[in-house]
């Protein structure tokens, strides 16, 4: 009797489907931790610097949402790849002079962190797309080398952004520090959820908590994660640069 990988030689066996696989199986048990359904948290694959063969491996697997630092490089590779139908997420740090080619080609972003970003995409935005889904980046950490509004000050970035056309205010997206200490890594969690709680008080109807990563994740799951961005465990490790998002 012939196996899978007799079937599919060279693909079936390769490491991303089974990482994927072994992702999801922490995701469930993360959930099962604390009374939640595997399926109130979605996986986007982190595939920044890694080619477009591995996306379309990771996507004949079942992943359709991958995450792009790097403008240019997620513009390729959604023009490589445009015939899988993928949805692709902006994650990395967004420059002025970038918004439109993100605003034209990406169905998301998570790193809105002043209104004159938003304000670009939103006029940049083409007509004929569906809204970009946003997120408001809250530096949790308060460092300084990571991106993000204060969170004493992301209320009113909120709001500005979820009056602006051409856009749809999902949530909040966060990268706390790396730490071991357990208790402050959840308590940085905890900060963006009592925001995006507050939020919702307020009438924002947002339904989207980016944070997690492949160290992390269990942790984001317990304070309330709805999105996780796992590259590492994916796609294996990288060479890593100050203030990476996966």
């Not at 030689?9 to 992702?23: D, E, R, S």
């Not at 966060?174 to 925001?195: M, N, W």
């Not at 944070?211 to 994916?234: F, N, Y």
């Amino acid at each position: 009797m012939k196996t899978p990988a007799d079937i599919l030689p060279g693909h079936y066996m390769t490491p991303i489907p089974a990482n994927l696989q072994a992702v999801h199986e922490r995701i469930a048990a993360a959930c099962k931790a604390v009374g939640r359904a595997p399926q109130t948290v979605a996986l986007l694959a982190v595939s920044k610097t890694w080619p477009a063969d591995d996306v379309r491996t990771a996507a004949a697997s079942g992943q359709r949402a991958f995450g792009e630092n790097y403008v240019q490089e997620g513009v390729d590779k959604i023009a490589a790849l445009a015939d899988l139908g993928l949805e692709w997420h902006f994650i990395g740090p967004l420059q002025s002079n970038k918004t439109r080619l993100v605003a034209e080609h990406f169905a998301w972003v998570h790193t809105i962190d002043r209104l004159r970003i938003a304000e670009r995409l939103s006029a940049q935005r083409p007509e004929h797309l569906p809204p970009l889904q946003v997120c408001i980046q809250v530096n949790v950490s308060g460092e300084a080398s990571k991106s993000g509004v204060a969170p004493h000050e992301a209320t009113a970035l909120a709001h500005a952004v979820a009056k602006l056309p051409g856009l749809q205010l999902r949530g909040l997206m966060a990268v706390p520090e790396p730490t071991e200490d357990a208790a402050r890594l959840a308590a940085q969690f905890g900060t963006l959820r009592a925001i995006h709680e507050e939020l919702k008080t307020q009438g924002l109807p947002l339904d989207t908590l980016s944070m997690g990563m492949s160290h992390d994740l269990e942790s984001a799951i317990a304070a309330g994660a709805t999105m996780v961005r796992i590259g590492t465990a994916i796609f294996g490790a990288r060479t890593y640069t100050q203030g990476d998002t996966q």
